[in-house]
């Protein structure tokens, strides 16, 4: 019985680790949305493999290693690609075959693959500190992967753009004016089709990995409040800003909701924001295992 309980949680782990290598297939092939759908399920995963073993009572040293192996596949590897995917659509490379491709571009598009190395630093940081458990130091490599992921998403869904043919700002332009873009979005949108841009989350995302930010964890010790306070409460700080961003979709008071009626999926990477900020707020709730 008991190795019927342990195989539930390596389970859920190795389908983190598959799902992470659809991912990188995908983003391969002109799939950046669907490779970010795989994040996400991986991210759902690897919360509850965790999650399975601390209620099952099936915690292990196995187990621990391999959610680090898939984690660096998924959350890893599979951002890193998906960064130097973004560089190439951002020069104009993405179909360009990569040996004929300019040789400043292809190592501007490499910048994407220090994600991956950062990742693995910050991977085997957290194991061989033993006082990471109820928080982290540095950002979490699935937080992490979502941040970089959504990317490819919110261009497609949210300004559906074909991401993978960069327009100009005359294009854009009048892109704005066919959907009645506002600034907020044009610049947005703008943003996203600029190397430097990802460059710079390229750099910044890496320095936040192997940072000595204290973050809570979000993943639970058990189903009660008293001993999750900060997670369930930014559970619930999150579900209102997302309550107030989609509210003006069903009841016509976009004008009221401001600032929040504006981010639409762009809430994805507000959210790993919010993460730090509240994580901040909250350091004095477990700065004492630091």
């Known amino acids: 019985m008991q190795n019927i309980k ?5 389970f859920l782990t190795s389908l983190n680790l ?25 991210a759902v995963l690897d919360f509850f493999d965790g999650f399975a073993a601390r209620l099952l009572k099936v915690k292990s040293d196995f187990g621990g290693e391999l959610d680090s192996l898939a984690d660096m596949v998924t959350f890893g590897v599979l951002p890193g690609v998906m960064l130097f995917q973004y560089l190439s659509i951002a020069q104009g490379n993405y179909f360009v075959p990569v040996y004929e491709r300019q040789l400043g571009d292809l190592l501007v598009s490499l910048i994407g693959f220090v994600v991956p190395v950062f990742s693995s630093l910050r991977l085997a940081k957290f194991n061989t500190d033993t006082k990471q458990t109820n928080h982290f130091l540095g950002l979490p490599t699935p937080a992490n992967a979502i941040l970089i992921g959504s990317l490819g998403f919110i261009m497609e869904i949210q300004y559906n753009l074909n991401y993978y043919q960069p327009l100009t700002q005359e294009q854009l332009a009048a892109v704005t004016r066919m959907y009645y873009w506002d600034k907020f979005d044009f610049y947005t949108a703008t943003i996203f089709f600029e190397p430097d841009f990802h ?16 973050l809570f964890s979000l993943k639970l010790k058990s189903l009660k409040y008293v001993e999750n306070k900060l997670v369930f409460n930014f559970f619930i700080l999150l579900g209102a800003i997302t309550l107030l961003n989609f509210l003006p979709y069903f009841v016509p008071i976009k004008r009221w909701l401001g600032f929040w009626a504006q981010l639409d999926f762009l809430l994805i990477p507000f959210a790993i924001v919010l993460y730090i900020i509240v994580s901040l707020i909250g350091y004095r709730s477990f700065k004492n295992e630091i």
Request: proline share 4%.
């Open 6 to 10: 342990a195989f539930i949680p390596n």
């Open 199 to 214: 460059i710079i989350l390229g750099i910044v995302a890496s320095a936040l990995l192997v940072s000595r930010i204290p």
């Open 18 to 42: 598959f799902f992470g290598l659809v991912g990188v297939l995908l983003a391969f092939n002109q799939g950046l949305t669907e490779a970010f759908y795989c994040i996400l399920i991986a």
